[in-house]
């Protein structure tokens, strides 16, 4: 049988005890501004097809919270403002949506490519966050393009400027898929050129 003062001892602690931070009241997430519509075909045979990879990112946006570039020198992070996966699968999953609509590309996963042909978009996402400066959210992607049937390596920066009214959670989210949206539009033209 339990000591009962053992039990009376433990009871305050059980309000303090906590198995991780508080969430919060929603994640973000990106939603493309270009999309296909439903039961639209797509056929690599007839169609130009491109692997989209997943791009690289520095430690600051390998992580769920938003960066904010509080000075040329230093980052802080937009407090409540989580994304619900990596920002870099979320541009990535964004891109290839984006590309399929406005490119016409069939978009392929790395292992379908392997019996197709298919042009290679990779690159590193340079910056995803807010910038306190010049209030706004900042996309900028440096793309790496493999055209199909080709070895040599083009390389284009991209950059979407979106004006935010404050530095906060409410206007993160909004402001960063305007400006993914503008990038992704961006990098979708300069792929569909042959």
């Known amino acids: 049988m339990k000591h009962p003062f053992v039990l009376l001892a433990l009871a305050p602690l059980a309000g303090c005890i906590s198995f ?14 270009a999309v296909v519509a439903p039961g639209t075909q797509q056929n690599s045979a007839t169609q130009r097809s491109i692997v989209v990879q997943v791009p690289a990112t520095a430690a600051a946006l390998a992580t769920p919270r938003v960066p904010v570039q509080a000075t ?11 994304w619900s996966e990596p ?13 399929t609509a406005r490119a016409n590309l069939v978009v392929l ?16 996402l340079k910056a995803f966050g807010l910038d306190a400066g010049s ?28 004006p935010v009214p404050a530095i906060d959670a409410a206007s993160a989210g909004p402001a ?19």
Do not use: C, H, M
Request: proline share 8%.
């Open 20 to 33: 991780g931070a508080k969430p919060p009241p929603s994640l973000l997430t990106l939603s493309p501004a």
């Open 72 to 82: 040329p020198t230093t980052i802080a992070y937009v407090k409540d403002a989580l």
């Open 87 to 99: 920002p870099a699968r979320l541009f990535a999953r964004l891109l290839a949506d984006t590309v």
């Open 109 to 124: 996963s790395g292992v379908q490519s392997l019996s197709d042909p298919s042009a290679a978009l990779g690159g590193e």
């Open 135 to 162: 209030s706004s959210a900042v996309v900028t992607y440096d793309a790496t393009l493999i055209r199909a049937g080709q070895t040599r390596v083009e390389k284009r920066r991209f950059e979407a400027r979106v």
């Open 176 to 194: 960063l898929n305007d400006a993914a949206n503008q990038v992704a539009a961006q990098v979708a033209d300069w792929v569909r050129a042959p």
